[in-house]
């Protein structure tokens, strides 16, 4: 039985790392990290579950190997949990942000896990023995064990599978097999991550791990087409990152190279063979070259297409935020705001310049780098206890490098993957190569290891304690296996449900993984928008029983609501601190407050909710005022313009509205003036364009309402309420030919609307009447 459980642990690790950077599917929403979860999390509790029921049922004992890296780990995995308990959003902080994933204690628990297998399962090679103390460690050399070469051949497997998919990807080779799953036919695929700047950061610390493995080569090891494999490999995911164009993956990549190389000098680790240094000095320039030149702009030449870039979030606002997340109050010191929830920590501590940049629409679920994270999720406690870690294992590595070179390779990628952590943030794969790699150095180093061995024969009252707590573990494991099967077939159904007729499968969804928050906002929105077109119909073609449905469908997702004997727990219930479920929640009153008393009041409300968890997003500033407007209060709705305004200066909603409280005011003059004047300043904007025309018309300046009316058509040929606004001016003025010709183009951009067909049969009428006389 002991070999039948060794080969599931082996069989498992190797699994993995094998697997987890190649693996995704099609079926979840999210391809890549939430399969990588899954797959991550069902192969180290197996493993882990088989080496402490090999222990127990089998050996009857518990051997531990003790490495100076436990204590450290265990108090960092500590901290994290702690933090669940506090969390402003328990769910992210268990299963990751939605979208996200990589970032819950779920995900942390199963790295510790397969951190553990590793250091507690290898059979230690010969060539990584440290050659004073071979005999104390040579271990039980067991076949039936993983051990490190096989671990890194295997792991190259991995990556010489990416690189070859990646290629075959941006040359547009897997474009043409129409059988594939439709995320394969991108032409940034790659295996890694949805990104090509994921990628590039994960074959930035594979260039230095491959470096490593040239340089410790020793010329009686290895054959020549194992030494030629990985120069091969070496070079292709060079001219791959050198394709990509990522500033940050060469920044670690020289950043890497250059400590290795000032430690190496320093230590005289190659005074042997001091040509060996000449690789990774050779790829210290490369990366200094590329980190300056500009590459990506013969994409379009080389690929005929410019790859799609990510957006990352600035370095700067990931650092303010962070802080201020930490520093909040004396809970968030502590411990943070909880693991997941990096995406509550940027709506409520975005920076107010934040507004300034290209892409102050966006709400960040992720920071620019993986620190910024730790430190606003898990508070200072989290990141000393993090530093404390990578402090203790690089003081020993540095003291046992030169005694065993063999490790050379596996601190090298250690490196790149810390210094990584300082310019991107941290993904499945990369997270999974931390640990791997600094687990394989740990048995690497060998002798700061002892082994703790407590024997369970001669404690049979023991041994049944031990066997109960494995047989508990057991059926534990088995009810998250359960759990999660139903959240990835509720993942299924959202996926299929985020088509066009695909509420039934939403709702679907959200019954088979009540917990999740994200899917009810989605369900509550479709529901918002089939009020929004059940509204825009006739009045006489209203069904009121339906928009009673979705109005109240919508609410209930949202806020929760009984439906016959089951209640249901809305977004905000689930994620009180979550700014979309309250802007969501907003929005639906607003948009019933001519339907429901009350509603104007609790759109207010909702969305001075959303306000409070963020605080410095003008749009939603202009939102309340607008609802403030809708109420008549005027006072209150400039109050809230003017702070969207100070917010962001160049926003033109508020500006916008601001000229129509003056319209409301019967103040048409001065809201014509506030409107020219921002056609001044955005003649481009066909929005402006059309609300300026709409003031002239109500003011009897139809030749001047007509000339804005077609300069907005000009810069939206499609825009439909210009081209309706158009036709009702011309149908003013008397040309009933050109207002049919209007309402004609309205009616074939928005096909079925019966008030535009009553309008064009009402003009060809009156048309047909002018010809009899």
Not at 62 to 91: C, N, Q
Not at 293 to 302: A, C, H, K, M
Not at 305 to 329: D, G, H, M, W, Y
Not at 688 to 703: A, D, P, W
């Amino acid at each position: 039985m002991s070999k039948s459980f060794n080969q599931i642990i082996k069989t498992s690790i190797y699994l993995l790392v094998f697997l987890v950077p190649l693996f995704f599917l099609p079926f979840s929403f999210e391809t890549f990290e939430f399969n990588k979860q899954y797959l991550l999390f069902f192969l180290a509790s197996l493993a882990f579950f088989a080496w402490l029921a090999k222990m127990v049922f089998n050996d009857k004992e518990i051997k531990f190997k003790r490495t100076p890296l436990d204590i450290p780990v265990m108090i960092f995995l500590l901290v994290a949990i702690v933090g669940v308990f506090f969390s402003v959003d328990k769910t992210s902080s268990l299963f990751g942000f939605y979208g996200k994933f990589s970032d819950g204690i779920i995900g942390l628990i199963s790295l510790v896990m397969f951190f553990f297998l590793i250091t507690n399962n290898l059979e230690v090679e010969p060539k990584f023995l440290n050659k004073k103390s071979k005999t104390a460690i040579e271990g039980e050399g067991d076949s039936q064990r993983a051990n490190i070469p096989g671990i890194i051949k295997t792991f190259l497997w991995s990556v010489s599978f990416i690189v070859l998919l990646t290629y075959l990807s941006i040359f547009g080779v897997l474009d043409n097999l129409k059988f594939l799953p439709g995320v394969m036919l991108k032409n940034n695929f790659n295996p890694v991550t949805a990104s090509l700047e994921g990628l590039a950061v994960f074959l930035a610390v594979v260039v230095a791990f491959l470096s490593g493995l040239i340089m410790t080569d020793s010329k009686s090891e290895n054959s020549k087409l194992k030494k030629f494999t990985i120069r091969l490999l070496l070079f292709l995911s060079l001219v791959l990152l050198i394709i990509i164009d990522f500033g940050r993956a060469w920044i670690l990549l020289l950043l890497t190279l250059l400590f290795f190389v000032v430690i190496a000098l320093g230590k005289r680790m190659f005074r042997d063979d001091v040509n060996k240094l000449l690789l990774p000095i050779l790829l210290i320039i490369v990366s200094a070259v590329f980190l300056f030149v500009n590459t990506s702009g013969l994409q379009p030449l080389i690929f005929k297409t410019q790859f799609p870039q990510e957006q990352v979030l600035n370095q700067r606002f990931s650092s303010i935020i962070a802080f201020k997340a930490a520093t909040e109050n004396i809970k968030n010191g502590l411990v943070g705001t909880g693991v997941g929830t990096f995406y509550n920590d940027f709506t409520k501590f975005r920076p107010k310049d934040f507004n300034q940049s290209v892409l102050w629409r966006m709400r960040f679920d992720r920071p620019g780098n993986y620190l910024s994270e730790v430190l606003a999720t898990m508070g200072f406690l989290g990141i000393l206890s993090y530093l404390f870690l990578l402090s203790f294992f690089l003081i020993i590595s540095y003291l046992f490098i030169q005694q065993n070179r063999n490790a050379i390779p596996l601190i090298m990628g250690f490196m790149a993957l810390l210094i990584g952590q300082f310019v991107y943030y941290q993904n499945t794969v990369l997270a999974f190569c931390f640990w791997l790699f600094m687990a394989l150095s740990v048995v690497a180093w060998q002798k700061p290891t002892k082994e703790k061995v407590f024997s369970l024969k001669t404690f049979p009252e023991l041994a049944l304690i031990f066997s109960v707590i494995l047989m508990v573990l057991g059926v534990g494991i088995l009810a998250i296996y359960f759990f999660a099967g139903r959240f990835y077939l509720a993942d299924i159904n959202y996926q299929k449900g985020l088509g066009e007729t695909g509420t039934e499968k939403i709702e679907k969804a959200t019954l088979l993984n009540p917990y999740q928050p994200s899917y009810r906002i989605v369900l509550a929105r479709r529901y918002l928008d089939n009020l929004s077109t059940e509204i825009q119909k006739p009045t006489n073609q209203i069904n009121q029983d339906l928009l009673s449905f979705y109005a109240f469908q919508a609410i209930n997702f949202t806020k929760g609501g009984q439906v016959g004997s089951l209640y249901i727990k809305g977004a905000t219930e689930l994620a009180p601190n979550n700014v979309a479920g309250w802007e969501t929640l907003a929005m639906i009153y607003r948009q019933i407050q001519g339907l429901v008393g009350g509603a104007s009041d609790w759109a207010i409300k909702s969305f001075e909710k959303a306000i409070n968890l963020e605080p410095t997003n003008a749009v939603l500033h202009s939102e309340l005022g607008k609802s403030y407007l809708a109420v008549n209060n005027i006072d209150k709705a400039k109050q809230e313009f003017d702070k969207a305004k100070e917010l962001k200066p160049d926003y033109v909603d508020a500006f916008v509205q601001e000229a129509l409280i003056y319209e409301k005011q019967n103040n048409l003059e001065e809201a014509i003036k506030q409107m020219e004047s921002l056609v001044g300043s955005y003649p481009s904007m066909p929005e402006i364009l059309l609300e300026l025309g709409r003031l002239y018309f109500n003011n009897g300046q139809t030749s001047k309402a007509i000339a804005q009316f077609q300069a907005a058509i000009n810069l939206a040929p499609d825009y439909s309420n210009a081209r309706y606004s158009l036709g009702v001016a011309y149908q003013k003025i008397g040309e009933t030919n050109k207002a049919i010709a209007e309402f004609e183009k309205v009616l074939t951009l928005n096909p079925g609307n019966a008030d535009i067909q009553d309008k064009l049969n009402q003009l060809q009428s009156e048309k047909t009447a002018e010809k009899k006389k």
